[in-house]
DNA sequence: TATTATTGTTCCACTGTGCGACAATGACAT
DNA sequence: ATGTCATTGTCGCACAGTGGAACAATAATA
């Protein structure tokens, strides 16, 4: 009884970054995740920081010998959030030769005190696999991994200086979930349980990057028949309190739609 | 002079089966292709028969060292259909550990007279990338590779059983390419130059599983301002001849649009 | 009690879509 | 030649969906 109840999630943070081949590992492919967030109006992005070396980057992951790709990437997202359940979804293989430049590794490696050789798995070639996924921003834990020294939100709207080419994979990730989210319900994931219609408008609006008009957007969500309404909402405004509203559906899984914006 | 003109395309095929490591190659990271064609008002899949196996499958490729990922998937495509600049899109990455089954490639490879070792690399686990391409059914010429003994075209309506997971593979490959063209203007792609809008019509209700109103699909794609009307057509029907029409731009770039169905 | 900002709701003009109708046409049969 | 027939290009109309203005309701503050 009570061991089971002591029983912990495995850490499992185990990477064994000083074993020279990555034994465990399925060799030269790699997960990296764009892990979306929305607080105040503002997109946000979870990118770790490596101590002493001035280098910020996306959460990364491998895949284990005999596991689903898409295990180890919700593995690894759980491990940087604490959540379990979240919306997670592949989005494009980064594959170009330019990619590989072992140099930032190679620093982040030498700053835990090592001294890799050329043939450090690590520092080999990587395909990386780009999922994206979309959390509640009040409900995420950022934790680092083994290599890093912070995990943390940033703005998307200004970001700084990353590593390799995530810059250009957020960019991508941001471009596939704009894509998406008129087809699919996916923004609700972003949102905390409940939520006015200004908030969701809001996330609509920022995350397309355009005004939206206020009573067609209502009318349109309600009309979908997804949202239930609930008692309302007392903020601090000085103005009529607005209705809090719940997604009705699974917060999993995504409705499938003709574009409805 | 001569030598320019005599100069052929790399057949590279020099895939080394043989060697039992796969050198050149990164390991464990595969391409498969669904190759669409359209042809008599029905979708076509360019599948490979292996010889005395009863075995059939999807076009793959594999990725050299310092090879692009979207080359590799480029040059294969290119070799099974001879055709050059055509629409290729990655879709998914199939990186579940139960599709690790080696003893179709097994036996394939002892088809070739070969009796490869447990650890030959074509026998080990593989992590692929889908991508799908849409051809002018009646511009390619369809090309076996090494290991097979045919390539051709079947109707994706009624496919015979496939090897491994290439079934789910396609099924995948068309809800994607359904749901990108109403996004994107890729349907093209599947026409010759010249077409009617009859023509187009079908197209797009075979991809979409659904009759589209007449009327309005001509009045919706000619709003477009895409399609240059040419002379007529004179087909053999007893009937009104239609005109011809021919897609404007460039066949390649997709227009990014909101949804236009 | 008045003011102010925001929200819920209604209304109306406009656009886009589904669908029926009809004339035009090209091949074939008679 | 003439009539038949299937298909195509085009028009018109009813209907649904959207953008945007307008207005009343309301919660905090002055």
Known sequence: MLERMRKQ???DNQLQVDHPDGSGYLPGLAIDMVIFGFHEKQLKVLLLEYQNTNLL?????????????????????THRTGLHNIYLEQYYVFGDYSRFDPEPLRKILKSKGMNPGDDHWLLKRFVSVGFYALVDFTKAVPSPDLLSERCDWYDLANLPPLMLDHQAMIEKALETLRANLDRKLIGFNLLPETFTMGDLQ??????????????????????????????????GGAHKAPYLYRFRQSREVAVPEKSFL
């Open 9 to 11: 999630t495995t850490p």
């Open 57 to 77: 980057g996306l959460p990364a992951g491998f895949i284990k010998e005999k596991e689903n790709l898409n295990e180890a990437a919700k593995r690894a997202l």
């Open 202 to 235: 809001s996330l609509y609006e920022t995350i397309l990057g355009e005004k939206l008009n206020r009573t067609s957007f209502q009318r349109k969500i309600l009309s979908l028949d997804i949202l239930e309404r609930l008692e309302k909402k007392w903020t």
